[in-house]
Nanobody, 120 residues
């Protein structure tokens, strides 16, 4: 059994910053990529940023230069530092991990989601 637990969401004013964290735990053999997705009301879930085990990152164009994804492999944790937040960043943010369990099952796992609201 694998769990992804997110933290760090909240309400912030435009131009402010938030840092999201997501820790994976359970029967994990290895984690390949980890990432953050978001879903705004009435919209599809979209990839915000992802990072490989070796630290190679990619970002949605609209967040480049404002968001930074990082990970601590020893802690099975991924972070998303969000700066210069805009109202259009408002969404539920979901953590994702593509991993192999100790039973040699390869699968994608999701966190429960954390709300980020950017508003004055």
């Amino acid at each position: 059994q694998v769990q992804l637990v997110e933290s760090g969401g909240g309400l912030v004013q435009p131009g402010g910053s938030l840092r999201l964290s997501c820790a994976a735990s359970g029967s994990i053999f290895s984690i390949n990529s980890m990432g953050w997705y978001r879903q705004a009301p009435g919209k599809q879930r979209e990839l915000v940023a992802a990072i490989t085990g070796g630290g190679l990152a990619n970002y949605k164009d609209s967040v480049k230069g404002r968001f930074t994804i990082s990970r601590d492999n020893a802690k099975n944790t991924v972070y998303l530092q969000m700066n210069s937040l805009k109202p259009e960043d408002t969404a539920v943010y979901y953590c994702n991990a593509n991993l192999i369990t100790r039973d040699w099952v390869r699968n994608a796992y999701w966190g429960q989601g954390t709300q980020v609201t950017v508003s004055s």
